[in-house]
């Protein structure tokens, strides 16, 4: 297992995470057995970072109790995440960080989350909540090692989170079909000149970047390198990078942990040659032949007076085609705000004012455009499940 070290505390890492969120299951029920052996092996195979939320249900007590049964509290980093969407008050830290480590059977957390955070004034409404105080008070006690964030916005208000308080960590997602999506490679970059270690999630789209190529990419790729799946290629391409400290996988099979940590032995910054990065382009453009709206993501039409993410709906829309449409609405879910507790910028919103038409590079007719996205991306059904959705997860609109 290759290690890269949190500059912040010279903490070692090991480049593979363990993303806890998709535990086995059984009949709806976390896998205890199967969740305890992929666990154990995991640090036998060297990984020491383990990734779970709040918000995900009867997750944080399953990794508490194989970490208590098996003595590995001290092998191990563990990080969680504060809902903060649902922290309406000051003592609504206190209480949900009670609740976590009764869950995860410890006395601190070594990485410590605020969950899902879109833009900055997010973090000034915690603020004015008393969340600085608190975060202070904790980590003066030990019961919080780290504290940093996971980003679910657009690049611009990554870079304002970052300058908004001296972090500790940050989570993005990122991996080479997303190189331009929310904080993507600026924002990567951005983190590591302040000194941020930058941990990743989604580092293979849900998957889809394993199994889930267009058969030309998959034969590209094989020709390129027989020894790397599609997996390995994405993962690889991840950690040839300096700036990235850790990657997140979410393991719930023996065998793809095994394969994983094979991978995450071999690794090295600047393992990619010319002929591979060329390779990884390539199935970006292959990928791109599936799309239908030829954005860049360069954000020259922004901002738009009605606050709509264009590039990022543009890229949701795109993904869609490409990826499946489940996965592009996702995308467009977190890329409008409709998971956090602030104002949401659906396309719907639009007023063709076209302002944004008069800065495009690619001469794009983005009312035009946005008006496709909205009858694909915002169906029928689109709100009233996505306000059930909330309702689960205990997201409220901020009152102003």
């Known amino acids: 297992m290759q290690y890269r070290v949190d500059k912040k505390v010279s903490n070692e890492i090991s480049i593979l995470g363990f993303g806890c969120m998709r535990f086995p299951k059984n009949l709806g029920q976390i896998d205890m057995k199967k969740t305890e052996e992929l666990i154990v092996r995991a640090v036998e195979l060297g990984i020491n970072y383990f990734d779970t939320a709040y918000l995900y249900p009867g997750n944080e007590e399953a990794l508490g109790k194989v970490v208590k049964k098996n003595n590995l509290r001290e092998k191990v980093n563990i990080a969680t995440k504060l809902p903060f969407s649902q922290c309406q008050k000051y003592e609504d830290f206190d209480r949900f960080f009670k609740i976590q480590k009764e869950h995860l059977q410890t006395d601190y957390i070594d990485y410590y989350f605020i969950h899902n955070m879109a833009d900055v004034s997010q973090w000034h409404h915690l603020c004015e909540l008393g969340i600085e105080k608190w975060i202070d008070t904790k980590k003066k006690s030990g019961e919080i090692r780290r504290i940093g964030f996971s980003f679910h916005g657009v690049r611009d208000e990554f870079t304002n989170l970052i300058e908004a308080y001296d972090w500790d960590f940050c989570q993005i997602q990122y991996n080479y079909l ?175 004012c076209k302002k944004c038409e008069r800065h495009c590079p690619q001469h794009i007719e983005i009312a035009k455009e946005l008006e496709a996205v909205k009858k694909r991306m915002e169906p029928f059904w689109f709100k009233p499940v996505l306000t059930v959705a909330r309702k689960c997860m205990g997201i409220k609109k901020r009152e102003k």
């Not at 990743?200 to 267009?214: D, F, R, S, T, V």
């Not at 390995?232 to 065998?255: C, D, H, I, K, R």
């Not at 009605?306 to 085609?321: E, M, P, V």
């Not at 499946?324 to 879910?333: E, H, L």
């Open 178 to 352: 997303n190189i331009h999506y929310q904080a993507g490679v600026e924002g990567l970059k951005r983190a590591a000149t302040k000194g941020i270690p930058v941990f990743i999630m989604e580092p293979l789209l849900g998957g889809k970047l394993a199994n889930g190529l267009p058969e030309k990419a998959v034969n590209l790729l094989h020709e390129k390198n027989n020894k790397w799946s599609p997996a390995a290629w994405g993962l690889n391409w991840l950690w040839n990078q300096p700036e990235v400290t850790m990657l997140l996988s979410g393991m719930n099979e023996m065998a793809q942990l095994e394969e994983n940590a094979v991978l995450a032995s071999e690794a090295r910054v600047g393992m990619f040659n010319d002929e591979e990065s060329q390779a990884i382009a390539d199935v970006i453009a292959i990928i791109g032949e599936s799309y239908k709206v030829p954005c860049t993501g360069c954000n020259y039409c922004m901002p738009c007076p009605k606050g709509i993410n264009i590039s990022g709906c543009f890229a949701a829309y795109n993904a869609s085609y490409a990826m499946g449409r489940a996965t592009g609405i996702i995308q467009y879910i977190l890329n409008t705000g409709g998971m956090g507790n602030g104002e949401t910028h659906y396309v719907s919103s639009c007023i063709a």
